[in-house]
């Protein structure tokens, strides 16, 4: 089965400096996708970034961006020039491809909560 | 109103009694997802659902059950509830494409409290 380890409860960065959270999953499959979900007090779940296995390149959103090292299972997040609103939890996810049966459920992390400090 | 709804927002109830948290989406999406999020846990699938009429389980399914009858309704039913059930629970959608558009969105969740 597989799993996804956030080891950091909780971090904070001051507004405009730059944090990285850590995530690493297990599996046994060579085809699948990661994903940061941002959950801030309001509840909703937010995609943040996605990163699909096949593709070597690491994916970018704005500030946004990951280092994904496949061979070592990890999928970190870094949030550069940190704003006040990035506080919130963070979550990182699993999912197979494609995208069929149980192939199609997210596997989640137990998260990270991100306080941003003037 | 487009998008993922869930009613309602909260729900207090005590043990023993049935509830019902309703699930909504206005895409069409064929994949539809039943979420608990607990502390120490992150979210965990309950059930999900492929198509109207195709259910299935996920991790964590025990006390619960499931319908789908139409494609852009997707209730989950505590039977009979227990305070183990005490969470916030998240329905989400998705197309199901095997592409890059395979997000699944998510509602803003139901905390319900069992008594």
């Known amino acids: 089965a597989q799993t996804v380890t956030q080891s950091q409860p909780e971090m904070s960065v001051q507004e405009a400096e730059t944090v990285t959270l850590s995530c690493t999953y297990d599996t046994s499959e060579s085809d699948y996708y990661l994903f940061w979900y941002k959950q801030p007090p309001s509840r909703q779940m937010i995609l943040v970034i996605r990163?699909?296995?096949?593709?070597?390149q690491n994916a970018t959103e704005n500030r946004f961006s990951v280092n994904f090292q496949k061979a070592a299972k990890s999928f970190s997040l870094k949030i550069s020039d940190s704003q006040l609103g990035d506080a919130a939890m963070y979550f990182c996810?699993?999912?197979?491809?494609?995208?069929?049966?149980?192939?199609?459920?997210?596997?989640f992390g137990t998260g990270t909560r991100l306080q941003v400090t003037l | 109103d487009a998008g993922i709804t869930q009613s309602p927002r909260y729900k207090i109830t005590e043990t023993g009694r049935q509830v019902t948290l309703m699930c909504h989406q206005t895409?069409?999406?064929?994949?539809m997802f039943w979420y608990r999020q607990d502390l120490g846990h992150g979210l965990r699938l309950i059930y999900y659902?492929?198509?109207?009429?195709?259910?299935d389980k996920g991790e964590v399914p025990d006390g619960y059950v499931v319908s789908r009858s139409k494609t852009e309704n997707f209730p989950l039913t505590l039977e009979s509830a227990t305070r183990s059930q005490t969470s916030v629970y998240f329905c989400?959608?998705?197309?199901?494409?095997?592409?890059?558009?395979?997000?699944?969105?998510f509602g803003p969740g139901t905390r319900l409290t069992v008594l």
């Open positions: 659902s492929a198509a109207a009429d195709i259910t």
């Open positions: 895409w069409s999406h064929s994949y």
């Open positions: 990163q699909e296995a096949y593709k070597q």
């Open positions: 996810a699993y999912r197979r491809a494609p995208y069929t049966g149980t192939a199609s459920k997210l596997t």
């Open positions: 989400a959608s998705g197309r199901g494409d095997t592409g890059y558009q395979d997000e699944q969105f």
